[in-house]
């Protein structure tokens, strides 16, 4: 934990001095590492630790697996909804936990308020999902061994930090100002990838389910990352006719399509892009969009397709308790239900 907190810190102190006259017209600082850039770094990142991004199974006997979406937490000094969001995921067994963007404003001491909170909850989450054995070998040192028996997989650590805890967040713009995709990156590496769940056999197909994470912070997705996609960068794993099908997809993405309101801010995807991503997601036959950033809850169905706008779960932006998170019911046959989770957690007064 120290040493990431301290690459956090080394992070800020290498990048202040070309960032701090950085500012856009309307007195935003603005990040020093494009979509271009972010996407190329994220593409070398994941292609070289797909492993780490593992398949999540689903059990046999599960009726159902659930996850859980949060967006804009703005961590500072208080990290308490996050926090909250990780208890409630882990207390309610969902596989996953998603995060659309603005994580914490840009300072290192936020990013490690933040490294503070994940490792509370991959000590909860280890608690909950692993068996933890230990072993003494014949000079005395002492061997932990976290096992995962539902994945069969075996952690040796000496620290709780290296335990795998299933939390997929997007980048958003108050990431990248300041320079904070170096921060940003510190923590999470990539910032455009895709995630499968194994739901199971039917006949002589596997069947999994599909989640797309997009880099949308700066507003567009930029040429590096739509010719990656046009590739099929993000839907080529699995094919049908290897006999393994995609179910279910659902995509996740900072920056909105729909606005909330005519006096709400809209996207500011280009309208070429706005419309490549409705034709995409079509094409994708996804179920699900998720987006965040204006802070107001929309709910839109185009196509076929649901998207659902989420307001803010910071409580600076929403001291009082509410429904924040959204969490998502994925049936054995396939069909969904989601439904609003509500956050209790209020920021002590300063």
Known sequence: MKKLQY?????????????????????????????????????IYFKQHKAEYKDLIVPDDADEYTFLVGADSHVTDDAGRMDEMFSIGIEGRDLLYAHLGDIADTKAEYYINLDNSILRAKEKYAEKNYEKSTFTDDDGY??????????????????IEDI????????????????????????????????????????TETIYDHFIFLDTASGTLGKEQVDLIEQGYVDDKYEEEFGIRTRNTFVFSHTNIFRPRAVEFASTFPREEMFFLLDKFAEWNASMVFLGHVHKWDYEKVNGVEYLTLDSMSSDNNPDPGDYLIRVHVKKDGTIKWEPVHMSYTAKKK
């Not at 600082?29 to 972010?38: C, F, I, K, N």
């Open 7 to 43: 690459t956090l810190l080394a992070a800020v102190a290498a990048l202040v001095l070309i960032s701090c006259e950085k500012v856009s017209p309307i007195g935003v600082l603005v990040s020093g590492t494009g979509v271009e850039d972010r996407v190329k770094m994220s593409n």
């Open 142 to 159: 002492e061997y932990t061994f976290y096992t995962d028996t539902l994945n069969e997989k075996i952690y040796l650590n000496s620290d």
């Open 164 to 203: 795998p805890l299933p939390f997929y967040p997007v980048v958003g713009n108050h990431d990248i100002t300041h320079n904070g995709w170096a921060l940003w990156s510190s923590l999470f590496h990539s910032s455009f990838y895709d995630v499968w769940v194994y739901v199971g056999e039917i006949g």
